[in-house]
């Protein structure tokens, strides 16, 4: 059974920074690109950033490009999420999502995620 936790989201003021971390179980996690998507209040869930497999590839939506990181560390089924400069339009449900392929190498669309998690709450004060 897969199973996705996302953790480490909060309350923060407009400028700061938070590290997002979504722990996986129940899959082959090195043979995977995962997805980070939100969703606000009232709008659709939005692709943030992917990472491939291996980690070799990331990619980024415009709206956080050179605002956040994406990073895996396999040896802890875990993928993470650094972002810093948040603004109020950061605000959301944070969800991650495994790719439904092996080995594929990039993907921003929700419909090529198989498995999500429960989401963590980022909400950013001005």
């Known amino acids: 059974q897969v199973q996705l936790v996302e953790s480490g989201g909060g309350l923060v003021q407009a400028g700061g ?7 996986a179980s129940g899959l082959t996690f090195s043979s995977y690109t995962i997805g980070w998507f939100r969703q606000a209040p009232g709008k659709e869930r939005e692709f943030v950033a992917q990472i491939n497999w291996s980690g070799g590839y990331t990619y980024y939506a ?3 490009k050179c ?12 993928v993470y ?29 929700k419909e ?15």
């Open 17 to 23: 920074s938070l590290r997002l971390s979504c722990a």
């Open 62 to 64: 415009d709206s956080v």
């Open 67 to 78: 605002r956040c990181t994406i990073s895996r560390d396999n040896a802890k089924n875990t």
């Open 81 to 109: 999420l650094q972002m810093n400069s948040l603004k109020p339009e950061d605000t959301a449900v944070y969800y991650c999502a495994t790719d439904t392929k092996r080995y594929r190498i990039f993907t921003a669309t």
């Open 112 to 126: 090529d995620y198989a498995y999500w998690g429960q989401g963590t709450q980022v909400t950013v004060s001005s």
